[in-house]
């Protein structure tokens, strides 16, 4: 598909269109598209003086910062690959990720430790270098690697193009229906997708400024979205439960915002909930590593409560995205409301992982990307999650969803949120456990869980074990760990049914 942009295109044409307007602001200072650019391609010179050539990799361990932008896009406008690691994780990760894509080069900040034999350098290095062009590159050609969140063992690398972050950056604004006017602020880390493709790349190509944080702070999140003027709001996981755990300020409606765009959804009433506290719409979307033209609910049309939208388009190629649900054992489409896999097909997607192509050609057989999400339809196209294909839970003959289970357990009054997996069961197959954290001030006990489930599931689906806690183990997205919740009988777990036949 020729009219695909690369990163050198899509950053020429936000320079041409807006160079001097004010773009990012981060706690370390300011720059506009312009200064940003002639960075980058300072540190182009700075990365060819070290032996870096097109298609190379170069790892970058750096806080979220003007530095970390400046080296980014340096990196992807030489033509090399960019492989981010987070901070938090580098000493852990470090020396794996250098094993694993064999990289010429780490850029951190100066004095860090890397093994014996891996250059290191620092972006204020790079900078003293003389400006060079960027290398010729293709829509087609890896620009990133993404390293696989809650990932076990080896790492596992996905590729992410050209193509895919910059069909990315312009369905954003197009999605949110953003302007110039829009103040975009990210507090998530610009290791991952979503902070590079949605919040820099989308600001950058609709004129919008980006406020970059270097991470979430609850207590002073109202502040901030009210001094910096922030129109949009990116949020994963827990954030917003957080915000909503907080007692009520005045503060929390001093703002600008619009739109907060967010995942997984809440069910209905915790939306309303949500939006009548803090004033702002509630988008909610789904995409992945894989393809960041998942799913999205459109925002000129009222919320299909619970629902991850329906598939996204591009606003120049039109419609170029196809979603498909299909039964995992046969491959057929299923009907509308039965669960199935999500599968998607669009030419923002993954050619696969790193050094991997068995996972590569399986997770792209038939020419759909299987998402390993389970999903239903309605008849109006919109998509519903309904959990993991390998979370899927074999109970007295049937296959139940834990987010069918999840989804109940949240509407509680009293529930703050629920994670709910399969334990072996005594019967052979599996029973239903579901771990609950209770909101602050409320109160449940797990009989009333019980009559609650009751009422609104079958029998099957209903847990026989309840288990409440009071912290998740989180993976670096902030999403709840549920490979770490035991799976064995513990000793803080309810046993409804052997209560019920006491």
């Not at 979307?285 to 991850?308: F, K, Q, R, T």
């Not at 989180?474 to 513990?490: S, V």
Request: hydrophobic share 40%; with cysteine; charged share 20%.
């Amino acid at each position: 598909m020729p009219d695909i942009l690369t990163f050198s295109e899509l950053l020429a044409q936000g320079v041409e269109r807006w160079p001097d307007e004010p773009w990012c602001r981060t706690p370390d200072g300011e720059a506009t598209r312009a200064e940003m650019h002639a960075d980058a391609l300072r540190c182009v010179g700075g990365l060819r003086e070290r032996g870096v050539s097109p298609g190379d990799h170069v790892v970058i361990v750096l806080p979220n910062g003007l530095d970390f932008l400046r080296a980014w896009l340096g990196v992807v406008l030489s033509g090399a690959v960019s492989v981010a690691v987070n901070p938090k994780a580098a000493q852990s990760e470090l020396a794996a990720v250098l094993e694993e894509t064999g990289a010429r080069l780490v850029v951190a900040p100066a004095g860090t430790a890397v093994p014996d034999g891996v250059a290191c350098t620092d972006v204020a290095a790079l900078l003293c270098a003389e400006p060079a062009a960027p290398a010729a590159t293709t829509p087609e050609q890896p620009a990133s690697y993404i390293q696989s969140s809650g990932s076990t063992g080896r790492p596992k690398f996905i590729i992410e193009t050209h193509g895919m972050y910059t069909m990315a950056a312009e369905g954003y604004p197009y999605w949110l229906q953003l302007t110039s006017d829009d103040v975009l602020l990210t507090t998530l880390p610009l290791s991952h997708l979503n902070a590079q493709a949605y919040s820099t790349l989308g600001s950058w190509c609709c004129g919008a400024q980006l406020v970059l944080l270097p991470q979430f702070s609850a207590s002073t999140f109202w502040e901030t979205v009210r001094d910096t003027g922030a129109t949009v709001f990116n949020a994963i996981g827990a954030m917003v439960e957080i915000l909503m755990a907080r007692d009520p300020s005045p503060v929390e409606r001093e703002h600008r915002l619009r739109y907060c765009y967010s995942a997984p959804a809440p069910h209905r009433e915790r939306h309303e909930e949500i939006t009548a506290r803090f004033g702002f719409r509630l988008v909610i979307g789904y995409a992945l590593s894989e393809s960041p033209y998942g799913l999205i609910c459109p925002v000129d049309e009222p919320p299909a409560y619970g629902s991850m939208g329906r598939p996204r388009q591009h606003p120049r190629l039109g419609t170029v995205n196809s979603s498909r649900v299909v039964d995992p054992s046969t491959g057929e489409e299923v009907a509308p409301g039965e669960v199935g896999e999500l599968q998607l097909r669009n030419p923002a997607t993954t050619p696969g992982y790193y050094g991997m192509p068995e996972q590569s050609a399986d997770v792209l057989r038939g020419g759909w990307l299987h998402t390993g999400d389970l999903a239903r339809i309605d008849e109006a196209g919109n998509h519903f999650f309904a959990g993991r294909v390998k979370e899927l839970i074999r109970r007295r003959g049937e296959n139940l969803s834990p987010a069918d289970v999840e989804v109940v357990l949240d509407a509680h009054p009293a529930v703050s949120s629920s994670a709910v997996i399969g334990v072996p069961s005594p019967l052979t197959e599996e029973d239903v456990k579901a771990f609950v954290m209770v909101r602050p001030g409320g109160e449940v006990t797990a009989e009333e869980l019980r009559d609650w489930c009751a009422e609104r599931l079958p029998p099957y689906k209903r847990p026989r074990y309840v288990e409440f806690v009071e912290t998740w183990p989180l993976t670096e997205t902030q999403k709840i760990a549920k490979k770490q919740l035991p799976t064995e009988r513990t000793a803080a777990e309810v046993d409804i049914e052997e209560r019920a036949r006491a």
